[in-house]
């Protein structure tokens, strides 16, 4: 089946527009997850959601970064005002569980975002 | 800032020989699971361990989790050029993941 899908694959934007990064995560999965990456470094938490409720969103850096997941499937990732030090790799997953327990989470390809 | 140390950071070393990787923080989780990430791919689940002391196989590989279930280990034996990749440990607490800093792996043929 199809896994977690993320667009766009590659985003160039100039310091301070808005930026909006889709995640798809896999059908049936109830949390996802968004992720940001520096080469050699592990995934840094921002956020999660279970279904379409935000359930922890004290990995976002600032104000400026939002995300929503309105009908419990895709999840919006928006940076607003975008400044260089944003530039990263955007990671999303999706776990089939809820609760309290801990499942395999499925990453996506990301999204490499750079601000010029 | 991310709870979980992973040592070394790098490490390169020639087939056949041994290594061990750490993964230490001063948090209490749930359950720890090692990834693997190759170039240009999202991280790939290896095992998940959640019982203090548990220890589980692999193949060549066996991973740790602590007594106190703060810490684990990855021992990987006889190294193969394919198990070059970015390892990465990942503390489960209540359906979260924390990732640790990474441990980048070359092995020479």
């Known amino acids: 089946g199809a896994g977690v899908s993320q667009s766009p694959r590659y985003k160039v934007t100039k310091r301070g527009q808005d930026v909006a990064l889709r995640c798809d995560p896999i059908?049936?999965?109830?949390?996802l997850y968004w992720y940001r990456q520096a080469l050699g470094q592990g995934p840094e938490f921002l956020t999660y959601?279970?279904?379409?409720?935000?359930?922890?969103k004290s990995g976002l850096p600032n104000d400026r970064f939002s995300a929503e997941r309105p009908e419990g499937s895709i999840s919006t990732l928006t940076i607003q005002r975008t400044e260089q030090r944003d530039s990263a790799m955007y990671r999303c997953?999706?776990?089939?569980?809820?609760?309290?327990?801990?499942?395999?989470?499925?990453f996506g390809p990301g999204t490499r975002l750079t601000v010029t | 800032t991310q709870l979980l140390e992973q040592s070394p950071q790098f490490l390169s070393i020639q087939e056949g020989e041994n290594l061990t990787v750490y993964c230490n923080s001063s948090?209490?989780?749930?359950?720890l699971q090692w990834y693997r990430q190759e170039p240009g791919e999202g991280p790939v689940l290896l095992v998940t361990?959640?019982?203090?002391?548990e220890v589980k196989k692999l193949k060549r590989l066996t991973f740790q989790f602590g007594d106190a279930r703060k810490d684990s280990s990855l021992h990987i034996t006889a190294a193969q050029p394919g198990d070059t990749g970015l390892y990465l440990c990942?503390?489960?607490?209540?359906?979260?993941?924390?990732f640790g800093t990474g441990t980048r792996l070359t092995v020479i043929p």
């Open positions: 959601f279970n279904y379409e409720a935000q359930q922890d």
């Open positions: 948090s209490v989780f749930s359950s």
């Open positions: 990942a503390g489960g607490r209540a359906n979260n993941l924390f």
């Open positions: 059908s049936g999965h109830v949390s």
């Open positions: 361990v959640v019982t203090g002391g």
């Open positions: 997953a999706s776990s089939l569980g809820a609760g309290t327990g801990t499942y395999e989470q499925y």
